[in-house]
Every structure is written in C-alpha cells, then in structure tokens.
C-alpha cells in the first residue's frame, strides 16, 4: 500500500464489476490519479485509427492512459509501451470535458452518428455521481518508496552542493528548480520515504488540442518548494485548470 504508484493496467485489473465504466466502446480512460479517470469517447471508425489518436492523446497528455474497444480488450498506453488486456479499466471517480481530444468533437459527429448517444450515458453517469466537491482524492505517499537502511544512511548526509537542500536533489541547468530523488523532508508524515521530485523542465503534460501545457508543474508528480523546504504533490486533477483556447 505505500507505494501508490501502480499503473493503470495494474490498478483496474480485477476491480468490483459493480464499478465498472460506462459500455460506450470505443473510447479513452486517462488516469489523473489514483482513484480519478477521465473519459473521452471516440467515434467508430477501424482500430488502426482508434489506436493512432489514442497514441496521439497519450504522447501529448503524457497521463497512463487506455484504449477500451469492448468488455474484455484494452490497450493501455504508459512509459513501458503498450499492452493489450483482456479486462477494461473500472472503478473510481470519472470525468468528462476536461481533457480535451485530439480529435473534435463535431469531425467525431460526421464519422459515427452513435456518437453523442454514447457521449449522453457518460454524461448522465458523471452527473450521478453527484457534487465533485465531496470526494476527497489523495496520494497518501506522494508516489515515495521506503527508502533501504543503506539508503537512509545516504540520504541523511547533508548536500553539500546546495545547503539545506535534502540530499539527493540538484539545480537544473534550464528552469533553476531542484530534481532527483531524496528523503522526503516532512518526517512527521512521511518519515522514510524517498520521493522523485521533478523540475519544470520534465513537464510535458499538454492538452491534446492547443498543445499548450495543463499546468505549470508536472502532473501526478512532485516538485520541491525551496522556500518551505517542501516536497509538494501534484494532482492530475490540476489539469483541469488549463482552459484551452482552441475550444470555443
């Protein structure tokens, strides 16, 4: 349980059917935590092409994410490749129109007239799940790893490069913010626990649409606050914030 950082395929793999996601195949599950997907749904059209614009919106969101053609056949998408399954993700809170697609929404209508028929049962399912505002979406460990007694021993020296910087972490050359990896500085919470801390230069997280970055950090990743002496957490669900100026 500490180590929140299982992938998707990993994640929905023998999930409660009763949490299942809406049969609107084909369409696009994308993680922004744990706990909390976004779906798009795509037209139908030949799985070459259904495959090509989920790799498009994969590479671009740079998020897990997965293609779900029918009950049991799934392609998911994260930093390993991709891989197919026989089960589709499940479970967790679903969103809707807030990442937007490669592809738009009115090309997608011309294609496949099923198409906002199965847009209005995703709608209907996200609105039944009530006010947003209630769920409570954390990362209990921020993605850390406890660290090995040899690894404690490493970490705890001081840095001698950058003082008071934990251990382990460095000046990028680019955006000046700390990277690597280093005793999470909070010990009262997550004493022990080595966390990946990102610069800005690592965030690649784009909308698919205008091609400009969801948020100024890293998405479902940390950064590191000099000023508090801080490792921060960032949610997917920052991406939200990001409004697209392509959309009218």
Not at 101 to 106: Q, Y
Request: hydrophobic share 35%; with cysteine; net charge positive.
């Amino acid at each position: 349980m500490y180590d929140t950082r299982i992938n998707l395929a990993e994640e929905s793999n023998g999930e409660d059917i009763n949490k299942e996601h809406p049969k609107v195949f084909p369409y696009i599950v994308t993680k922004l935590m744990l706990g909390a997907y976004h779906i798009i749904v795509l037209p139908r059209a030949r799985e070459e092409d259904l495959l090509r614009m989920t790799h498009v919106q994969y590479l671009l969101n740079d998020l897990e994410t997965c293609l779900v053609l029918a009950e049991k056949d799934s392609i998911f998408f994260d930093k390993n490749g991709k891989r197919r399954a026989d089960f589709r993700p499940s479970g967790g809170a679903l969103f809707i129109n807030r990442l937007e697609p490669f592809m738009s929404n009115e090309d997608s209508k011309e294609i496949d007239p099923t198409f906002w028929i199965r847009c209005e049962i995703v709608r209907q399912r996200y609105v039944a799940q009530g006010d947003m505002n209630k769920w409570l979406f954390i990362n209990p460990t921020k993605g850390g790893r406890y660290a090995t007694k040899e690894e404690l021993i490493e970490f705890r020296k001081p840095n001698i490069k950058y003082k008071g910087v934990p251990n382990g972490l460095i000046r990028c050359d680019k955006c000046f913010q700390f990277k690597g990896q280093c005793l999470d500085p909070s010990e009262k919470y997550y004493k022990g626990l080595i966390q990946t801390v990102h610069c800005k230069c690592d965030n690649e997280n784009r909308c698919a649409h205008c091609l400009k970055l969801l948020y100024e950090y890293k998405l479902y990743a940390n950064y590191y606050n000099e000023k508090d002496n801080s490792v921060w957490y960032v949610s997917g669900l920052q991406g939200f914030t990001h409004k697209c100026p392509i959309v009218l």
